[in-house]
């Protein structure tokens, strides 16, 4: 009865994960972040199974077909604990891993974004494991992959590095930490490591649901020796939307003296794939400058097309006295949300002055 109720949750996670709203996510635009810093791991992030369900390939390591049932052997099947801030996956001969799969939609449903997070391989076995990203629309875990870091004697032991099939070999039985990043751009993937690209861009309308890492297969053709893997943090950044911005319309070089007094216009154009009036004016700031109050008045705003292309755009007054800039800069940004929480930003040059 257990393993049936322990089959079920995996399945609703994965099936359900699709539809799960977001909440409200932070003015840093840090959607989804786990530093694995408790004694043990989050279990209203993630998903751990150490005993069965486990994915069953009908025809073996390379085929991504197959349902879910109860191995032989008696779980646990290895060990996840967390130590000095790793989350570690762990198990010995055997033909069963630990499997941890997130247990809600940690990406934005509409939004550019950013997943970074830090792993390393403590030893490498021919059974492998790895951390993968993708769009979960049934319980088979194997299927929509996106994005996935692999490290098995499948690969001749070599690091591994997936994205949309297009894949990136690193260094053999490499143990050595490194930070993984996805971004989405517009339609645009590309990965990286340490910070440096290796694959893309790749346009795709796929978009992610779903983190998974260890390995949620049972490999019924043979037992093994696993390879072994530590997960340090996971982190999911809403990237802001970039928006055209005009500091002082109809002036240029953009002057701004730090002795004057008054406010300073700022004008947010809109385009066809962005519209000014979804701005939620109380939120805008230009650095660190708030949108001035007039008495009586409220926000001082107003639309008008400044740059004649029809459209109507966003034109801003700002309380120049909490302006936090210094003679020699030469930018300043405007940062805000829309009125449907996304983030915001558009840069202009300026002249400072004293």
């Not at 810093?37 to 199974?49: C, F, H, P, Q, T």
């Not at 992610?208 to 893997?229: D, E, K, M, R, V």
């Not at 949108?291 to 007054?317: A, C, E, P, T």
């Not at 003679?327 to 929480?341: F, I, L, N, R």
Request: overall charge negative.
């Amino acid at each position: 009865m257990k393993q049936i109720k322990m089959l079920i949750l995996v399945w609703v996670v994965m099936l359900t994960v699709v539809f799960e709203v977001v909440g409200m996510r932070s003015a840093n635009a840090e959607m989804f972040y786990d530093r694995f810093d408790g004694a043990a791991i989050d279990e209203s992030k993630w998903v751990v199974l150490t005993g069965p369900p486990r994915f069953h390939q009908y025809g073996g390591p390379f085929d991504p077909w197959g349902y879910w049932e109860t191995p032989s052997g008696n779980p646990p099947y290895g060990t996840v604990s967390v130590n000095n801030s790793w989350c570690s996956l762990l198990n010995d001969y055997s033909a069963v891993f630990p499997y941890v799969v997130s247990k809600t939609n940690p990406f934005p449903e509409a939004d550019n974004f950013t997943l970074e997070f830090r792993m390393k391989y403590d030893i490498s076995n021919p059974h492998g494991t790895g951390f993968t990203v993708r769009y979960a629309d049934s319980d088979n875990p194997l299927t929509n992959s996106i994005f996935s870091v692999w490290q098995d004697s499948s690969s001749t032991f070599y690091l591994t590095i997936d994205l949309f099939g297009i894949r990136w070999q690193g260094a053999l039985s490499d143990t050595s930490e490194h930070i993984y990043t996805l971004k989405y751009t517009d339609g645009k993937y590309i990965a990286l490591i340490d910070g440096n690209e290796i694959i893309g861009p790749i346009t795709s309308s796929m978009r992610p649901n779903q983190i998974w890492f260890g390995n949620p297969i049972w490999a019924w053709w043979g037992w093994s020796y696993w390879t072994t893997l530590s997960v340090d943090y996971v982190r999911v950044e809403v990237m802001a939307v970039n928006v055209n911005i005009d500091i002082k319309p109809g002036s240029f070089p953009n002057a701004i003296k730090l002795q004057d007094t008054g406010n300073i216009p700022v004008a947010i154009f809109s385009t066809s794939t962005f519209d000014a009036a979804n701005i939620d004016v109380a939120t805008l700031e230009l650095n660190g400058a708030g949108v001035r109050i007039v008495n009586g008045k409220g926000l001082q705003y107003s639309f008008d097309d400044v740059n004649g292309d029809g459209l109507m755009d966003l034109v801003v007054h700002f309380d120049r006295g909490t302006l936090e800039l210094t003679v020699g800069d030469t930018s300043a940004t405007v940062t805000g949300t829309t009125q449907d929480g996304r983030q915001i930003q558009g840069t202009d040059s300026v002249v400072v002055i004293e």
